[in-house]
């Protein structure tokens, strides 16, 4: 009887130690091998690299918006081609696969980082070309406003030139 905690304890060591520390498949490393640069696989996800894009805004649009308690939102859209005749709900009326999106939201003008974000594979797998698209749009966060107050450029590339530049957007006021 007194060797039963001892035992119990010796399995929750165990049980501890193996967490975490399972390896890949081959499969598994071979799949990830094929992948654009930068990309991993994460179980059933497919993992982005980090990546940065800079607003800079005109000094009257800085003004309204500080005046005005606004944000900026910056927002990653993912998605990408089908491979042929390609069935599934996550095909959008654009025909594209919708990977996911990303947000980030700035109290001024600087630098949204986006880290983490996580594509799932089995959509991932539907893709023609697995270096799909990252399209940024940038807009008011609609705090004093229910209309966009911004008028900013977009940036559309494909995730493996996202990763490999610095981004700079610039904006200004609708009408400015």
Do not use: W
């Not at 039963?4 to 091998?33: H, M, Q, R, W």
């Not at 390609?86 to 009326?93: C, K, N, Q, Y």
């Not at 995730?159 to 610095?166: D, G, L, Q």
């Amino acid at each position: 009887m007194k060797y039963i905690p001892v035992i119990i304890v010796s399995i929750l060591v165990l049980v501890a130690c193996s967490n975490g520390t399972e390896k890949k498949s081959a499969s598994d490393e071979e799949y990830e091998n094929n992948l654009p640069a930068g990309l991993k696989l994460l179980g059933d996800s497919i993992v982005l690299p980090s990546f940065q894009i800079t607003i800079e805004l005109t000094p009257k649009a800085e003004r309204k918006l500080s005046n005005d308690n606004e944000t900026i939102i910056v927002r990653a859209y993912l998605s990408g081609e089908p491979k042929d005749k390609v069935t599934s709900p996550l095909i959008d009326e654009m025909g594209l696969i919708n990977l996911g999106e990303s947000e980030v939201e700035l109290k001024k003008q600087g630098t949204a980082k986006f880290e983490n974000i996580n594509v799932s594979r089995e959509a991932f797998d539907l893709l023609k070309k697995k270096d799909f698209q990252i399209l940024i749009n940038v807009f008011s966060g609609r705090k004093s406003s229910d209309l966009n107050l911004l008028d900013c450029e977009i940036l559309e590339e494909s995730v493996t030139e996202v990763r490999a530049k610095k981004h700079t957007l610039k904006g200004k006021l609708i009408g400015e």
